[in-house]
């Protein structure tokens, strides 16, 4: 069943990318829709990318002037904020941050 909803999706389209409908209004809609969330995965990437860099230049900065590895009060502040606003996601999505921008404990 499912695979039939894809290929109506890609013969109604046009496209070579299921959408899932075999409505061509709605398959446009969601070609346009998908198109906006590639260009917003492509500016999170890079802003993950320049944060992460970010982080580890104040990390270095702060071991090479004999300051400690971590801020923790600086961390759950970080933590925090993304909880507050987006619930228990926010935090997950926080903790990986650090992570990227510290490295593993």
């Known amino acids: 069943m499912a695979a039939e909803v894809a290929e109506q999706s890609i013969e109604a389209t046009g496209a070579d990318v299921p959408t899932g409908t075999g409505e061509p209004d709605a398959a446009q809609r969601i070609l346009g829709l998908r198109e906006r969330i590639n260009e917003i995965d492509h500016e999170l990437i890079a802003l993950w990318?320049?944060?992460?860099?970010?982080?580890?230049?104040?990390?270095?900065?702060?071991?090479?002037?004999g300051g400690t590895r971590l801020v923790l009060s600086r961390e759950r502040e970080i933590l925090d904020r993304f909880r507050e606003a987006l619930g228990?996601?926010?935090?997950?999505?926080?903790?990986?941050?650090?992570?990227?921008?510290?490295?593993?404990?």
């Open 49 to 65: 990318q320049e944060r992460a860099a970010l982080s580890q230049q104040v990390g270095r900065t702060r071991m090479a002037s």
């Open 88 to 105: 228990a996601d926010g935090t997950q999505l926080a903790l990986l941050l650090l992570r990227a921008g510290r490295g593993p404990l």
